[in-house]
């Protein structure tokens, strides 16, 4: 059977403290596994697609219960790779009322923030495979992810793999490499045939001031902007978040082509569980649009939708399927199904 | 003492998925008691009846477990039967936000569903008993489940005790067996001397479509024609739910007598903690008024608040008592008692 | 190096229902430990002060450990002193949508109500002090503790060391010496530099009705009076709270020098986790406004902002620091720190 | 239908340290319900008795709980009196290795202790009844304990009910009424029928000093001089414990007719769970056995067994069966039944 | 790549009581997936193999959660079918000290037990297999699970793959069909080349009483008759336990051939964690030495050692590794590896 | 007043699986604060002493709430350097029965590790200081480290402060400059008065092979060796252990003087909780013993009890007190102390 996605990208394991604690307020943590591109993985599998991770982890019980819990969710792990090197942790204390979540990153010397560019056989990797899903934050990490990840783009565009990119620009996991970061990204962007990204994304890769005051223009001057430079390009979406609490806010998705431009209309999030990773759950979407070739507005209504959805999913990973999200969809008010 | 009630109905094991995780996400269940007339008994108990529980329960650990907890919260269970049958479970995954909680039923051959019609000495049982209480939820389990619904009301009839009868229905529990539905539903409120049930429930026994568009009117015409039908009835009641999402919702609540209607103003509900049992809170709600003779309109906004406030406790039954009913009504604003 | 504050009053042990449990719904009950002077010291020690606690707790395994929580947060505790005598308790169960939270307090007989006012060497604990900081929960445990208060107060006055006196009345605890209560409050407030208390409380106090409809006016009146009776006394502070439910209300602060009031725009408080001890985190951000000489918008704001944060805190210790309150005033819509 | 036990104590509520911590070495608590008379009342309703507490209970939410705790059980909790007063506590440590258990009591001032002797109407209460159980603990918690404790037996004495004491000598308890100690348990053992206590306690009541080196000969002497003095005394029984740590130990049981002496082999204790409640656990058991018209042999037997196999359940009741008992005496080896 | 192994039976869902708690003592019961046949499954894929699961589960939550938990341990879950029935469950009550575990089995009307023996195409099922694990529970579920089995075992002789039985006889799952039980077992038996099975069993099947009292001896020649009896036996294996308590045993095994006896030395077992699988762990251990090629003595010496191991891991996996066996068969006297 | 102790080291966060679970098996962690010489100053604090740790820990949530945790426990943290480096981990899995525990460190380029050697000021933060505690560790980690130890004893020594040396000799952490560990570790022991290790560390150090068959003998000349060698040694001690299991050992400590050898019997552990930091609860007795002038017998008799308690306190720390292992050593049969 084809392999519907390959998903290159960093697992990390997530360390919470419990409910709306502060970090080791009491003497227990929750353990989730993460990891932009392995959320798609694990999204997609659900939506019933054949998808599969590609990483380096370390060659110990944590790297290995890492391994298990995404196979556990259906998610082909055999590309996956272990070394003999640290596993990368994040911390998390949730958010709650006018309190941010704060995320602190320990991925520093990780298994897969060290593994060499040529770890990886794109080639043998990239068989019978019908897209390949990159973020910006692998060439983010260190240099040897930001040649991988540039390797993993050549050889997905000479295969004839289609190529989502996920710009996700994080300056903290940068740091003193920031200023070679829009070079490498829009060097990836060349090749991608869909890019998750808003206008302060291209603006920043671009290396121009989006500052038009209406949102949409601006959004749209920049998609336009992107369609024109990147060759390969046929697909931009991102979401668009307003927050009134942690625990309160609103979501609408955005899909353009190259000529038009596909919209939600907002989705009130209440009693938001865990906000972590909807920005992955809607990437999936769009690729499940994709893949099933679903319309563009289908497409987007989708996206959103699970985008939503995982909102209430606790953990990185959305849980839900393509029947939660249709549910969803259809506006029933339900709040017991029996 | 006389008994204020006897609740005849299924008792259940309830086993959910913590917090806002989806079932067996990860390795825990929290186990509580429940089923719809059990929910009642528990309540007017914590009202301060005398109310007792008829049922069949396995006689294992699991059954003598859910004897207990009813006992722990003043119930009679002199009545409960034991046999060598399986015991009633259901799956629970809460909602949260747009995603409705989630029952899946495991009650198929319990203790309770295979009990023949003739387990129950209804004479003996009724004695010193002001109210009935039965729903229809026992003869959707099972044709010895209908054949005991019948017998009770009929048993009770004949020795003067008061019918409370909520419809509940759930084609899922009838499966094969929902053409026979409105029959027996049907049969049994002409017993009854107090149905919950709205018009959608009329309408699906007395075989009509409710198509009026005003829901209000609507309501009204079912109304006057279970009067109509049912020759005993004296009382409908039911509440009206508006959905915002699974922890924001609002509930108004109606009492009709054969000639009046008796309704409230629909109450927020903020921060919803645990849905299910709100409609056999309300129905407690609702007998407490008629057995301490207060006004239909005291009657309705006592049962409505009981619903309302059912909603703040984790579990399916609500332990909340009069005074805390009563503060409710009492809108101080209050958010710490000390 | 000079002691920012020391506060004076009865350390407790919480014991509170987990999530929204009723009271010993199942078997566990969570253990935090506060009170109102030691959530001050807490708040104003995690703001960067060198606060310290006088108390007198049992010399048991329960004393130590509440002795050994304030350490933890950075709280010098050598001025606590130990009895043979029971611990102060209260039980807290959660309150739900419209369902409040209720306190059952536990502490008559405590180590600190039956301490001698002799025990505390006020010359020798107020050396090298900026500020004392009493409450009105102290006079009302017991006939000690009320002297004990005077006699600190006095103490204070003539070390020339500052007064923060919050009103805290509560009916209940004092009980049958409910009608010393405002001669006693006022003895104090003679003594005071700084008043958390609003108009009920003066009125309280000073002997009159405040019945002037409308609240602003009603509030400045009482403040005018106060400033005029109190002869020490600089500023009075209090907050006005709006509830919705127990899970979204409303906060803002008021702050009145002789002259002048200022004045906070009411802020939302969403998906509030815990509400105990918010008055006291409210207190501590008024005392580190006049500690930092800060303007007296400035601490208003500062101290309103700590209030409404610590309703995100789970128990009753406002842990957040400086940089979370700035971060909450500056507005910015954040979700997730990383 | 006939009572066969009332058991008049206090009922207590327990909070633990979860597993092998220390007090308050993290954030958490376990709440059970005991107290030795409750303890040997829930036993016997497990046994399938008819048992009945009688005690006075605080009218809040804590001795409600206890109270449902009870009924739960299946003890009869109807003579139980409310009153507005405090909880009695203990706070208890588990043991580990060579590392003791440890209690710490909050019993002081509780609704029990203050609750004046003529609270209780012994005539109504012990009416149909077979036994009435009292402890040492009840006249070491207060004056008005000892009275009752004295009206209690001399009306069950008057109205032909078999009394059943357990000596239970806690010094700390009796803290400066320790003197009078001897005197009052004397002058209640001149009423009972069956002691529990071995030749310390007799030794301390009767004002000798037990100090043959035989302690088989000692507790002999001490049975005969106990027969001798308390004229209404048919039966002592008591346990010998070896110890070898806190998770491994030994028991023997002995129950002494006024000729006779019955005992059972050291039983290994293994893996021990929660100690607390053994000796009321083996109490209950004696108790079944008389009301069962047992042998003496059969009696110690059972009674041991039980005692052996509390160690096993968690929390102070002994909520294991006959037939578990019966298959621990069997010597049976299972280690899974199914 | 060929597989080792194809499991086929009934995945159950556990369900257990938390730590030493009774059944529902409190609120909370902990999920493990399990099952004879599963348990083999996995642990030989710990062990490296490649391992698959063929059974009928629910096309629900519960069915779904369960497969994701065998994949998540390395299984090959693709030829498990998913049908419109309920879970088996069981429930677990771990026991303690001499109170034994109990288990309380919920698995009749299953949708393995209810699966038609032609829902499995054993020849695709079987290709590239080298051995099908049955055991005696699928026989003893239902008429079609014993006729399933049939199909199975004579299929894979069919297809040269080789047979192990696990006999497991338990007379409460065969109920009423018991007497049929020694012929079924037997005709599964003839197609067996591994029996795990000791002389109970062989005379159950068999048709004798073993009644030597040498224990060894009567084991030798019920092997002996089984060698005689089933003409493709070609190896015998059981374990002998000694129990001293829940906590406390011992462990030997034994590998018969034909011709020759291999026996391991009694190991102890302290602090047993949980007992359950440890005769599945046996079993894979046994398969992992003959499908390595190893030496009988090896093989019996790794499977008892995997075994005694399976007593320290939590649930019904035994999830160690080859290498946690072998430094166990070392003996080197580790407690911390760092 | 004088500090008793400083200690030198890294503070480590320790994340263990629940219970006997292996890591990762379910999605908990529990978090402990820990680390050699940290445990040692917690103990001593616990004695009654007046510790200090100096440590570098990451400026971050992690590292101010282990601050927080040593100051918790009475430790003063004043010393502890915060920098912008990660924060040392360690993963742990408790053993069971013979399956030994499994420590997986994460502590490469933590804030300790990477640590100028300059960063501490010896002179000032050896004021008024009796002892410098160091480990062996702390060499092991880092060059930096290396140089820091080394440095903190010249100091020590330069400023009359006794020096107490803990070998902790630990290859993994060594890693690739295990060549350089006898040199540097002997450099360090130059400078010691007291020095933990036993014939093995001795051996290792002093490059040659300990091989006399008689244990007690070898240790004897190991230790006469030391003295020879290091010209400021006063004292060398060490435990012995024995292993059944991971639950029941066997301990027995040894002091010995320049001319005499001091020895404990050998004491059993039964039950053990968490075995982790026994060794450092040793040293925290023998120092005890040493500041408060205790003989020699006594203060190994004091170390090796409470090195035996600490078996049985979760986490790295023994939070016993002096009392506690009076208790102990009084070898009083007590299973529960009231």
Redesign the interface.
């Known amino acids: 059977m084809t392999r519907s996605i390959l998903c290159f990208g960093e697992v990390l394991l997530r ?1 919470s403290a419990p ?14 596994v993460g990891g932009a591109e392995a959320n798609v993985a694990v999204s997609l599998s659900r939506f019933g697609h054949k998808a599969a991770v590609v990483t380096s982890l370390p060659d ?3 790297g290995h ?1 890492c391994v ?2 995404l ?4 998610v082909d792990t055999d590309p996956v790779r272990f070394r003999d090197a ?2 990368g ?1 994040y ?1 998390l ?1 949730h ?12 991925r ?2 990780s298994a897969f923030a060290t593994a060499p560019a040529d770890s990886y056989d794109w080639e043998t990797l990239l068989k019978d495979t019908q897209w390949l899903h990159v973020s910006g934050i692998t060439p983010a990490v260190s240099t040897e992810g930001a040649d991988s990840a540039l390797r993993a783009v050549k050889a997905a565009r000479a295969a004839n793999v289609k190529i989502s990119f996920d710009c996700n620009f ?1 300056a ?1 996991l940068w740091g003193s490499r920031s200023p070679q970061a829009p070079g490498i990204l829009s060097e990836i962007c060349q090749y991608a045939d869909l890019i998750f990204g808003d206008d302060r994304d291209i603006a920043f890769m671009l290396g121009f001031k989006s500052d038009d005051a209406n949102a949409t223009e601006r959004r749209r001057r920049a998609a336009a902007m992107a369609f024109e430079t990147f060759r390969s390009l046929k697909w931009i979406a991102y979401t668009e ?1 307003t ?7 609103q979501l609408a998705g955005t899909l353009h082509s190259a000529k038009e431009v596909f919209t939600t209309r907002p ?7 865990d ?2 990773g909807a920005g992955d759950a809607f990437a999936a979407g769009i690729l499940h649009g994709l893949l099933k070739g679903m319309t563009p507005q289908g497409t987007v209504d989708f996206a959103t939708a699970a985008g ?2 995982k ?5 990185d990973f959305n ?2 399927g393509v029947s ?1 999200v249709e ?2 969809l259809s506006e029933v ?6």
């Open positions: 360390l409910g709306k604690q502060l970090l080791l307020q009491t003497g227990g943590l929750e353990a989730h110990n019980a944590l219960a298990g819990e196979r556990r969710h259906g640290r596993m942790l911390f204390t958010g709650a009322g006018q309190r941010p979540a704060e995320v602190l990153y320990d520093a010397q994080r903290r978040r927050r009134h609490s942690v625990d309160t806010q989705y009130p999030l209440q009693g938001i569980v906000r972590i939503c959805l909102h209430t999913v606790p953990g849980l839900l939660d549910l969803f008010q339900t709040d017991v199904r029996r």
